[in-house]
C-alpha cells in the first residue's frame, strides 16, 4: 500500500491555529479518540456512526 503524504495545496498551510486546536481537543485526557487510515486523531463523534450504519441497512434492506 502507498500513502502519498503530499499536499494539493502546500500553499494552503496556514491555518496552522484552527488545526492546533483540534488536536488539543482531539488528545484531551478523558475523551474518546479515533485514528483515521490517513493517521490523524480526531475526536469521536456518534453522528457518523449513526450515519454508517443507516448507510449499511439502507444497502442491505433496500
Known sequence: MHTDTTRENPQASAPQAADSSQ???ATAPGQ???IKRNGTVVPYTDDKITVAIT???LAVEG
Open 23 to 25: 488536536d488539543l481537543a
Open 32 to 34: 474518546l479518540r479515533v
Open 55 to 57: 448507510k449499511a441497512f
